[in-house]
């Protein structure tokens, strides 16, 4: 590749994919400017930063915390309707961010073929 964005940990790549797929989907897809979203499935963790929380559903990442960043809507982990509805009816969605293994609640796997159906 001709381009590479360091960062010191996890949050800030995470962050960075949510930027580099707003960016795609109003210079490509054509999303109204501010409007875009990442879809999170629930339960997950990607950092303590503000962003990183508003795209959490875990009360002792976001009591106490907010405002939040807006753009970060939360479908339940593991279901795959539920993920294939909000895409359908979110023409500004740009991404999906999901943790295939889930490990800050205890270690929570995806019934087979979640993935590849997300995908």
Do not use: H
Not at 11 to 32: F, P, S
Not at 54 to 59: E, F, K, T
Not at 66 to 73: D, N
Not at 93 to 99: K, Q, R
Request: hydrophobic residues 35%.
């Amino acid at each position: 590749m001709d381009k590479f964005i360091p960062s010191n940990g996890g949050v800030e790549a995470t962050e960075q994919a949510a930027l580099l797929a707003r960016r795609w989907g109003y210079n490509i897809k054509g999303v109204e400017a501010n409007m875009a979203n990442v879809v999170i499935p629930t339960g997950g963790f990607w950092g303590r930063s503000i962003t990183a929380r508003s795209g959490s559903d875990c009360p002792m990442r976001t009591r106490g915390a907010g405002p939040f960043t807006p753009g970060f809507p939360l479908v339940p982990y593991n279901d795959v309707e539920a993920m294939e509805e909000y895409l359908k009816n979110d023409p500004n969605c740009v991404a999906v961010m999901l943790e295939p293994i889930q490990g800050e609640r205890g270690i929570i796997t995806p019934q087979d073929g979640y993935l590849l159906k997300i995908k």
